[in-house]
């Protein structure tokens, strides 16, 4: 019998075909003769899109409904990665879109490739975002991703002559098929400009905020869809635009150029992504940027609170709002503007309201790292929320002084403004005094977080704290980009893992089955020939699929340590050159990661390693035996092809500097086995593994502060490791950088003289280590048989598990059933 089916939702392999061409020529307005394959992946996305609408719709009614609790998350970064394969994933159609997508002359891996993978993030913050989006979606819990729409996100990385060049990402070039923008859902942002005083009609003193200047937020709202669920939720990112009065006629007759350059200025707020993690910057379009999204995302959350009936008062039970580190802090006294000055709401219920509501996240312990801003600059950009930090902070040291009178001390410690010649803003005072919960994103950071960072605010208020180990996505990052691997896990243990990843722990019984093994190494050997062939392509280097894949790829930073890894590369290199017959396991040592583009130490980095891979590629006496690869341009797309083949996860912080790492998770749920410090999660990771399933190197937290106490000094580990010493006299004479003696002076000298991270103090632990990691891989019936316990042992990661305790402990969020949408 003929079945007919709607051409925009069928999911038969003939609708697909028949919805794939139809879009192919009314959409992208192409036939076969003249289509790109940009137009045939543009064509398929919104094949897909029709295909969740439904979802999409239906999620909205079923959550825009008095009783629900959202969750809100708020967060300058969203690094989603590519839609398109994850959307198959999720709507459960990938095999049918296959088929119709090859009997339509195509290749879907190909038009997957296709797509520019909006990069709105730097790195871990960002991609944790996305993770996070994936597993609210799947566990069905109503949420809103609120963020910026970048014009540009982060800047592709292209290698000259070893030194990083950025390029900017042009990433909305050929249209975005995955976003819908709202703009009946515009708001109004004000900046600048003054305040006035002034006693309102019931006899109450009231504050008004006469702007400088305004701008627009239009929101875009993509769709985030969970497992084979009916949920859609929804990540809604605004794009800052210049409001209609400040265009020509009556407001600007006859200054027509000023009234373009008024509409360029407003729009540079949300024009391009910082790209610098870690040291903080006060740079006013970044506070501008900040405050912008999250006045937007906050008048929403208002707006949709009122609409389903909801009184202000009890905001705090349909909405809990989420800061993605400080970033949206200023969320706390924008909260409490719109609640006094534009809603009427007493000032100690406004209070009240925001801290139930609030809820911060911290994601780093780098003190350079931590946000604040100049008083002044401050002041001119947001005038009225200068006042109400300084209410905030003259109520909380009251407090404060009540729990420890006479404490001088602990108050300027603890006060939202830093004193001195020059006055601060401290963001994570004014998120940590606002919020009912502070989280950290590892058990160490957690508790690292109580002792040192926020120790205070741990005195004071002890049951804020918390720990929320980070997650990972398992659909992303097992079933998408390691889809062998999946298929032979859930062909041993079935498929419920992929909801539900300790379910990964059956695997246990299958590490010691000699045929099972033997599939397990076939599917990293694959993986690895892939990539062997797409480091060909991007490099023109040959690699040995054969070899042990050693790999480090996240942001370059020097609490990270690459060039702790580039130290034993030179190491092994030296004993080679020393020994030509030296058998040692091939190694392949691959890179990847971007520096900011100010970070001059972060660049010299990345100079130095493609200067040891020329020298060591080229040297026909290490050849079969070494290689290095810097892979330019590292993001989520590249990720999704570098996990599965790597066979040594390199997690080398200095203790107590790594956050969590989420890499480090990834890299374990794909079968590698982890090289690594007492660091972040790598203590979990390490846990959960078993300790002989992990390569342990390097100090501990604690030895590296009694060491920094007692006086570190680098120059007695040079002087007393006659190998260390030898790698850092060629580096200085120029060993790697011919014609150029000098060119790593600066690393050189930063190594012996400071050595900040304690490179040196761990350089023979690691050495150590690497070898012992060399001799094991030899055993590759053991090295295997770790391997699958070590991916076994990793169900703990997964964003699944972290985002249920957020909604148990912090959000007091729970599913909400979908209907699709007729
Ligand atoms: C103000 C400049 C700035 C920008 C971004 C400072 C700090 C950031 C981020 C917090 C940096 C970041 O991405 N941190 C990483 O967050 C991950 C997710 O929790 C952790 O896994 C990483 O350890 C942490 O470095």
Redesign the pocket.
């Known amino acids: 019998p003929v079945q007919i089916e709607d051409d925009r939702t069928g999911l038969s392999v003939e609708t697909l075909k028949r919805a794939f061409a139809d879009n192919l020529f009314y959409i992208q307005g192409k036939n076969a003769d003249i289509a790109t394959l940009n137009d045939y992946y543009m064509a398929l996305a919104y094949t897909v899109r029709d295909r969740l609408l439904h979802r999409w719709l239906g999620t909205i009614k079923a959550q825009l409904k008095p009783k629900v609790k959202v969750v809100y998350y708020l967060s300058?970064?969203f690094l989603m990665g590519p839609h398109l394969g994850n959307n198959l994933i999720n709507l459960g159609i990938y095999d049918q879109v296959r088929q119709a997508i090859q009997e339509s002359g195509l290749n879907l891996d190909e038009l997957i490739a296709q797509e520019e993978e909006p990069g709105l993030g730097?790195?871990?913050?960002?991609?944790?975002a996305a993770c996070y989006l994936d597993s609210l979606a799947a566990l069905e819990i109503p949420a809103i991703g609120y963020g910026l729409r970048y014009e540009f996100g982060i800047f592709d990385q292209e290698i000259r002559d070893g030194w990083q060049v950025e390029i900017t990402d042009k990433w909305l070039r050929y249209g975005n098929p995955w976003e819908i923008a709202r703009p009946e859902a515009t708001v109004e942002v004000k900046l600048g400009g003054h305040t006035e005083a002034f006693v309102d009609g019931a006899g109450r003193y009231r504050v008004r905020w006469i702007p400088g200047r305004t701008i627009v937020g239009v929101p875009y709202d993509t769709p985030v869809l969970g497992f084979k669920n009916n949920t859609a939720n929804t990540l809604r990112l605004w794009k800052a635009e210049a409001p209609e009065s400040f265009d020509f006629q009556a407001f600007n007759l006859g200054d027509y150029y000023g009234a373009v350059n008024a509409k360029m200025y407003s729009e540079n707020i949300s024009k391009v992504l910082?790209p610098?993690?870690?040291?903080?910057?006060g740079r006013e379009l970044?506070l501008e940027q900040q405050f912008f999204f999250v006045s937007c995302s906050l008048q929403d959350i208002i707006r949709r609170h009122l609409y389903v009936g909801g009184k202000l008062e009890n905001l705090d039970k349909n909405a809990a709002i989420q800061l993605n580190?400080?970033?949206p802090s200023i969320g706390i006294a924008e909260l409490m503007r719109l609640l006094v000055d534009e809603h009427n709401v007493d000032w100690d219920t406004a209070w009240q309201i925001t801290q139930d509501t609030f809820a911060y996240?911290n994601?780093?312990l780098?003190p350079e790292?931590l946000?604040r801003w100049p008083l002044s600059l401050f002041g001119s950009l947001l005038p009225r929320h200068l006042e109400i930090i300084f209410e905030i902070n003259r109520r909380f040291l009251q407090e404060v002084s009540a729990k420890f009178p006479g404490d001088t001390g602990r108050l300027a410690r603890l006060s939202l403004i830093q004193e001195g010649p020059e006055k601060f803003v401290r963001m994570a005072h004014l998120a940590s005094a606002g919020s009912h919960a502070i989280n950290g994103?590892?058990a160490l950071?957690s508790e690292l977080l109580k002792r040192d960072v926020l120790r205070d605010f741990y005195e004071l208020s002890p049951e804020k704290f918390s720990n929320k180990t980070?997650g990972v996505t398992p659909r992303r990052w097992i079933m998408l980009s390691n889809p062998e691997l999946a298929f032979l896990i859930s062909e041993s243990i079935g498929d419920g893992w992929i909801k539900n990843l300790g379910e990964l722990r059956e695997l246990e019984r299958f590490a010691n089955d000699k045929e099972f093994q033997s599939r397990w190494r076939q599917i990293k050997l694959n993986n690895k020939t892939n990539l062997t062939e797409y480091i060909r392509k991007r490099t023109g280097l040959v690699v040995d699929p054969h070899s042990l894949f050693d790999i480090q790829v996240k942001?370059i930073h020097e609490y990270k340590r690459q060039h702790l890894n580039v130290l034993y590369i030179i190491t092994l290199y030296n004993r080679l050159k020393q020994n030509p017959e030296l058998e040692i396991t091939p190694r392949t040592f691959i890179f990847g990661g971007k520096a900011a583009p100010g970070y001059f130490m972060a660049k010299l980095i990345i100079k130095l390693i493609n200067s040891v891979a020329a020298v060591v590629n080229s040297d026909p006496d290490v050849r079969g035996r070494l290689k290095v690869v810097f892979l330019p341009d590292y993001n989520v797309t590249f990720g999704q092809r570098v996990y599965p083949a790597a066979e040594l996860s390199e997690q080398i912080s200095t203790a107590g500097k790594?956050?969590?790492?989420?890499g480090n998770m990834k890299f374990s749920m794909n079968g590698a086995l982890t090289i690594g410090t007492l660091d972040?999660?790598n203590v979990e990771i390490r846990e959960e593994a078993g300790e002989e399933n992990f390569f342990l190197f390097g100090l501990t937290t604690e030895e590296v502060y009694a060491l920094k106490a007692r006086g570190y000094n680098p120059w007695d580990y040079y002087n007393g490791n006659p190998a260390l010493r030898q790698v850092i006299d060629q580096l200085a004479s120029g060993v790697f950088s011919p014609g150029e003696a000098h060119l790593f002076e600066p690393l050189v000298d930063h190594l012996i003289h400071r050595d900040e991270y304690l490179l040196l103090a761990d350089y023979q632990s690691y050495v150590e280590c690497q070898d012992r990691v060399g001799e094991a891989y030899r055993d590759q019936e053991h090295w295997t048989r770790m391997s699958i316990l070590n991916s076994a042992r990793m169900g703990k990661f997964s964003s699944d598990r972290a985002i249920r305790e957020y909604c148990e402990d912090i959000w007091g969020a729970v599913a909400v059933d979908v209907a699709l949408e007729e």
Do not use: F, I
């Not at 730097?122 to 944790?128: A, I, K, S, T």
């Not at 790594?658 to 989420?662: D, I, N």
């Open positions: 300058a970064e730097n790195g871990g913050l960002g991609r944790l910082y610098n993690d870690e040291p903080m910057q970044r580190d400080t970033h996240t994601h780093t780098l790292a946000e994103v590892a950071h980070n942001r790594e956050a969590s790492g989420t972040g999660a």
